[in-house]
């Protein structure tokens, strides 16, 4: 069957905040800091330092996620 999605929650740096980081087999991965407050504004401001898309800890865990 394979595996369907890989997930690890960080301390992340840029929000200072936990998030959880989900890899699926396809490659595509997503943040849920970045799903939750993406759609208000004041999550938009909790938002401001985030480096999303281009984020190291996303990209680390799904080199790491894809190569198991």
Do not use: H
Not at 27 to 52: E, H
């Amino acid at each position: 069957m394979g595996w369907q999605v890989t997930a690890t929650t960080v301390n992340c740096e840029y929000v200072t905040d936990l998030a959880t980081i989900m890899v699926q087999p396809d490659g595509t991965a997503k943040c849920s800091f970045v799903n939750r407050y993406s759609k208000t504004t004041d999550g938009k401001k909790r938002l401001k330092k985030c480096q999303w898309p281009d984020c190291p800890l996303v990209k680390e865990f799904k080199e790491k996620a894809l190569t198991l």
